[in-house]
């Protein structure tokens, strides 16, 4: 008799908030992955989600965009991240995204979640797989804040999100991408090497501020030259987000922003 304890009453989104790590997603051909790293940031209705490779490189010497090879490209078209909004849909839970470092799929992200006693087991609905989550200790109980944010001049998205001492940043790139395929094969039949360079130019990053007050670090990231180094953003304006940014050829740019929904900065 198996007496581990299983929960399947519904589970409301807003208990869902907090940092989640992965350790486990098995598919129905029962191949098994536990060694990709994976960050699942959720808020109140938002989230953020990073998902890196263990055979991913460092990447020590690439300083900003302009330094990646096409095999470098290569490399970082394995990752997988996105971010948007989670909500109900009958039974099941949909992660709708505003961004996504993979093109979008023709299938919803939709899944049934249920607590198999302290741990977070996600099915798939239209996809067969399973996934086990683990909400990381520490978890405060401070009201998250979520910034979605637009660039008036390009049209391009991006999302911040703050629950605690963690936050995510997800920037979606430029260029449209191609449809009913992967990243990696986009990058494969990439015209040039700055095409190449522009279809992994996807900002998802995830980090921590080590104390109260302190600043925001970067962890981790798709972009691998902002890996160790600070996130800083100015929220003084009414309307307007400025970020400063590492521009494709290593120079220092900031980001102008265009605030289109704020939730939690109160």
Known sequence: MDCREITRAKIAIPSLVGLWRRSLIEWDDGKRDESTKVFWLQGRNHFIDLRQPASLPRFPDRKCRDDLTYQDCLALSCQEGFAGHLQTNGDAYEWVRMVDYQPVQSLPDVGFLHWQNAT????????????????????????????????????????????????MFARNRTIPMPAGMTLHEAVSQASNEEHARQLVDCEISFGKIAKAGGP??????????????LFQFDLSG?????????????????????????????
């Open 238 to 266: 009414e309307t307007i987000v400025t970020i400063p940014d590492i521009a494709p050829n290593g120079k220092n740019l900031t980001r102008r922003w265009h605030r289109v929904h704020t939730e939690g900065n109160d």
């Open 216 to 229: 925001l670090i970067i962890h981790n990231s798709t972009l691998p030259w902002k890996t160790g180094t």
């Open 120 to 167: 977070l087991i996600e099915t798939g609905k239209d996809l067969p797989y399973t996934e086990h989550w683990h909400r990381e200790k520490g978890f405060t109980s401070s009201i998250p804040l979520h910034l979605q944010l637009e660039d008036r001049a390009n049209g391009c998205q991006a999302v911040f999100l703050m629950v605690g001492r963690d936050f």
